[in-house]
């Protein structure tokens, strides 16, 4: 750990002290053990497990994040923000009273492109969403705030993505996810603390960087489940050995290290203890991550087990079932591989918003309706959007391209006031206008949803206390 | 800045005609003065409780002056920072948090800006100076920017535990000042393991242990030490934190991650260096300047892909070439502060620095040593090489068009066959013509560097040119000329200057760090005021004199940390209740504390120990097989093509492949870096993921079995005799009779590879004593 860390990673002053945190003061251990205060050779000073959940700083409305990420970037005015002028002027050049836009791809001559979408007032609050979307919209409108006027630096899908998770446009900072395990530790002790769930059509252009701690110990990385029965790494016995003789390996282990310990060596207890922990998370995470004994009405809320639906679905419920052991931030991403596979639109903004959104309106819309009748939605901060939104101009006809100067995200739940939306893009869903949000101020508003203060959550890297909104950003006042 | 620029370009009459403007003092007075107090003085006054951005309004020099955005008032100037903030442009907005001030208010002040900003408050005190700021205050008093001197050896009482060494001296006191007593020595198992460890990242085997304990020569460690420093070996094992400092990787990063081929033979060049015991000096230089100072010369152009290594971004589109060749700039040119100076200057880029005294000019300075640096892609076959190439690709993969097609028409035993045709074709494509990724100076590409208002890229300030940091050269040098030739040689030149107070002073904070877990200063990239301070000055500066009158030879230095009581300590200290509670983090160094094997350590032990290490040094990368899950998350899969050789995937862990995008689990859960900033100094961690991948991972099970194959051959079937030799080779010691009685037990009716496995998971093997 770096030595100017201790904001967060207190050092334990005692062998004394030291049991204390260890087994009691943080109410057991947890997933990850220890840390040791110091870099390889250094003292047996011993940090107590940095995975202990942490009392947030600042009052806390939600515990967890669960973060649907719409990778490829989905189109705001097929979505939340309905534009009835931008179908008035299809075809024709944009007004030049709208101002400028850079664009990875298209000229300043494309003609700007209606959206066939239509859209329908829902809920109590008569929040607008597109018919890409009826499940969320019927279901869940009241529960979501609409964010119209999100903005970012970057029109580029990676330094885009590596804005979005981390508030930097290149890579190295870390994820949203690692700070906030960072800030609160986990309440799993068979589960890792930081969950990501990728697509399994494949890579997206961020790449692994995008999820990763960057900066911070490896203790805050992001566990990567993978799209098979077995999304845990490592969780499964070796071929052809039993559970039986696995336990008597780790008993002789436990007998041959306790023989050669030296009694002031905190380290090698902590070590020890991690190899109970890894033992206990390989006999208790399979059951939470096992889908086969959730009834058929939860299954089907989610569209489990049919198509097109079937593997956000399962995704989402896991997602589910992780924020109810306590794991701190979970991401659900939709869409990896090929641009088309993902909300890129660039060829067909039709054929590609369809074919996502049959994927995830059902799913999200399951999620968001079992997490509050568990009463989980209360302590459970749910995140939707992509890296940028689209281009109210064609592209190839009837494609969009990247688009970064106003788009839409939800938050619902984890105490945010749902049923509204805030802010606005111009009248042709170009420039946010009317109070515009960086990606830091959503950022911002995460963190003090969960009880922590933007400028307190740093890290020392390179000469600067960094910290996840980089500079600072807003609370998003109207939702908290 | 732009107060300076501001003040030149609006001489003296502004100003006169300020002094005699009395409707415009009476102005401020009344219109002007009221608002600051009011709405401003809060944040950004002498009376603030706390400063705000380094900015001071209550008084015309403060607001000359300025704050991190710069100076907030140029007199005459319609865009002023300050009307610019009241106006709301610019992402700036002031006062924060609260509905903008009423439109006849921002009038008054454009008015005021405009008539010269004439200002009643004549008593106002200038903004305190911070002498934590100021570059010439800090270049006389801030540690780090001293000279260093060759100290005096401290008077010690147990002088004969410190006879032999300087090194000794400076600890000892230390210890003593504080009521403290050295370790006993190590025993000589733990010695000789420790220091194999330490120098190759190896374990010794059992027969040199023996050796070792057989050797009653008074020098025998000392032969032994001299030794290891001449194995190849070490070369590899320093090879390590020089790499993670540069954070060397061979691919670009971002979506693309492309590949570089060659810059392996930069790993290699390091790797050479260290052995050959290359002068740090000459070290640093080729890999700064070794275009500029010996072109065409293969051994500098592999120490010049340094400014290769970082992440790049490149993207199809209609973007500005220029943001990312400042995103270049800035990567390159903080590596170099990181690496070679110590001196990171993150905050700089946005403004001066709040802690150290490095201004934002300083910042962009050093940036213009590289502001004609270039990619220069280094063909290493001929002209007519590369055509044949060319010709000989383009032919096959017109072929195996052919056979594609073929192949979706067919089906059953057919397709299969034409499967292997492909494979076949594919295995006679001619490797991809092997090319450095050089660099090279062209002027005609020149990028002008201009100091960049809060860093960002489109607000350009002043033009600057080549000049080191003002805190660690006299006011009045002037800057280099912008089109200066062999700007990067000049810098190298500077940076290795036998007087410079940082450069040697952070190598061999590095050495000290490599050997005993922790810099002298922990923060081993940051000396500044932001680091650390060191725990023993005197010490640094008597290494690093002698690193520097040593010829810059850093086996010197090893060798004489190595040949040390200090570094001999036991890791037990029977004071060790007392003294961790006066030093709990062992700065003082009371005892040499146990650390955990790094992750290439981990991976290399065990393949040593079960004999399966393939030893080669040196040459092109590999690709190991890695769970298709990995690969199917890379922009594209087939850009990890396993190396062909099976051999190879035994090599060290240093050989493997370095990329961006895709992570070897095991390396990543043992602390390897993320390859994507300088990493001073890794992380050592214990959690659960890692015994996960210590007790089912692919690898330690492949090893275990390859052990236990290795036990049954060479201890036969007698339980007693494995379990003997199972200790030697995995720990370097016999087992006590408890461990024997244990293991005996166990394997009475357990296989003899779950034995192996829990083998490597002794703490006897995952740290070095």
Known sequence: MHPDAHEHARLTRTRREFLRDACCGFGGLAFAAMLNAQSLRGAPAVVANPLAPKLPPLPAKAKSVIFLFMAGGPSHVETFDPKPLLNELSGQPRPKEFGEAKYQFIQSTAKLLGTKRTFKKYGQSGIEVSDLFPRLGANCADEMAVIRSCYGNSVVHSAAQYELFSGRVVPGAPSMGSWITYGLGSESDSLPSYVVMPDPDGALPGGQPMYSQGFLPAIYQPTMFRPTAKPVLNLDLPPGVSLKERREALDLLHHLNETARDAHDEEFSARMNAYDLAFRMQTEAPEVLDLSKEPQETLDLYGVGVEPTNDYGRRCLMARKLVEKGVRFVCVVSGGGSGKLTWDGHDDIEENHLRMASQTDQPMAGLLQDLKRRGLLDSTLVLWGGEFGRSPEAESGKGRDHHNLGFSMWLAGGGVKGGQVVGATDAIGLQAIDRPYHLRDVHTTILNQLGLDQNKLTYPHLGRNERLTFVEGKVIKEIV | MVAVFAAAFFPAPVRAAAAADEEGLKFFHDRIEPVLQRECYECHSSQAKKLKAGLHLDSKAGMLAGGESGAALAPGDGQSLILQALRHENNLEMPPDRPQLAPDIIADFEQWVKRGAPDSRVDAPPPPLDPKRDPAQARLTFWAFQPVKKPELPAVKDAGWAAGNPIDRFVLAKLEEHGLKPAPAASRTELVRRVYLDVTGLPPSPEEVQAFLADSAPDAYEKLVNRLLANPHYGEQMARDWLDVVRYAESEGFEYDRHL??????????????????????????????????????????????????????????????????????????????????????????????????????????????????????????????????????????????????????????????????????????????????????????????????????????????????????????????????????????????????????????????????????????????????????????????????????????????????????????????????????????????????????????LAISGQLNAKIGGPSVMIPVDPDLTKFLYKPSQWSVTKDQAEFNRRSIYLMAKRNLHLPFMETFDQPDLLSSCGRRESSTHAPQALEMMNGKLANDEATALAARLTREAGADHGKVVDRAYWLVTGRAPTTEERRLSLAYLQDQPLKEFALVMFNLNAFLYAP
């Open chain 2, 261 to 606: 081929p060659e810059a392996w033979r930069f790993r290699d060049y390091v790797i050479n260096a260290f052995n050959r015991d290359k002068p740090f000096d000459r070290f640093l230089t080729e890999q700064l300047a070794g275009d500029e100072i010996a072109p065409g010369d293969p051994e500098c152009e592999a120490a010049a892909v340094f400014h290769r290594l970082g992440t790049v971004r490149r993207n199809a589109g209609n973007l500005e070439i220029a943001v990312s060749r400042n995103e270049v700039l800035i990567e390159r040119t903080d590596l170099i502060r990181a690496s070679m100076l110590g001196l990171t200057m993150g905050c700089a880029r946005c403004h001066d620095h709040k802690f150290d005294p490095i201004l934002q000019k300083d910042y962009y300075r050093l940036q213009a040593y590289l502001s004609e640096t270039q990619e220069n892609d280094i063909l290493l076959v001929s002209a007519e090489e590369k055509k044949d190439g060319e010709t000989r690709t383009k032919a096959i993969t017109d072929q195996m068009r052919k056979v594609r097609k073929a192949k979706d028409a067919a089906e059953g035993e057919e397709k299969k066959k034409l499967d292997g045709e492909l494979d076949a074709l594919e295995d006679q494509l001619p490797p991809y013509p092997a090319t450095i990724p050089g660099i090279k100076d062209d002027p005609a590409q020149r990028t002008e560097i201009h100091v960049l208002k809060r860093g960002d890229w489109e607000k350009k300030g002043d033009l600057v040119a080549p000049r080191p940091p003002s805190v660690l050269v006299s006011d009045d040098l002037p800057e280099l000329p912008a089109d200066t030739p062999n700007p990067r040689a000049q810098l190298a030149k500077w940076l290795t200057d036998p007087k410079h107070p940082l450069t040697p002073r952070v190598a061999v904070n590095r050495i000290w760090q490599h050997h005993f877990g922790a810099g002298l200063v922990r923060t081993t990239n940051d000396f500044g005021q932001n680091g650390e301070r060191p725990s023993h000055p005197e010490l640094l500066d008597w290494l690093a004199y002698q690193f520097v009158a040593s010829g810059w030879s850093q086996k010197a230095v090893h060798r004489a940390i190595l040949l040390s009581n200090t570094y001999r300590q036991s890791s037990q200290n029977e004071q060790a209740e007392a003294a961790a509670n006066a030093d709990p983090e062992n700065r003082l160094v009371w005892h040499v504390a146990r650390r955990r094997l790094a992750a290439e350590e981990i991976r290399d032990s065990m």
